[in-house]
């Protein structure tokens, strides 16, 4: 069983800061890349950002200078620090792993999703 734990949302005013963590845990063979979507109300799901097991990063446009992404293998767990919030960021962000349980597969999972709003 494998699962992935998310924690950091919040409430922030604009301009601030929040971190976001998701650990994944239960039987993984190897973890090939982590990283983080998020939805607004009314929008489409968007990818923000992800790291590969190789350790190449990607950032959406919209949070490029602004937020980072980091990993602690050891620990199979993901951060996404959010500086400089902007109302805009407002969503549900979703962690997601995709892992081999066994070697020679992949599948993708998801975390539970944690609200991240952003006040004027």
């Known amino acids: 069983q494998v699962q992935l734990v998310e924690s950091g949302g919040g409430l922030v005013q604009s301009g601030g800061s929040l971190r976001l963590s998701c650990a994944a845990s239960g039987s993984i063979f190897s973890i090939h890349v982590m990283g983080w979507y998020r939805q607004a109300p009314g929008k489409q799901r968007e990818s923000v950002c992800s790291i590969t097991s190789g350790g190449d990063i990607n950032y959406a446009d919209s949070v490029k200078g602004r937020f980072s992404i980091s990993r602690d293998n050891a620990k199979n767990t993901v951060y996404l620090q959010m500086n400089s919030l902007k109302p805009e960021d407002t969503a549900v962000y979703y962690c997601?792993?995709?892992?081999?349980?066994?070697?020679?597969?992949?599948?993708?999972?998801w975390g539970q999703g944690t609200q991240v709003t952003v006040s004027s």
């Open positions: 997601y792993s995709v892992l081999s349980v066994v070697q020679g597969t992949s599948q993708r999972f």
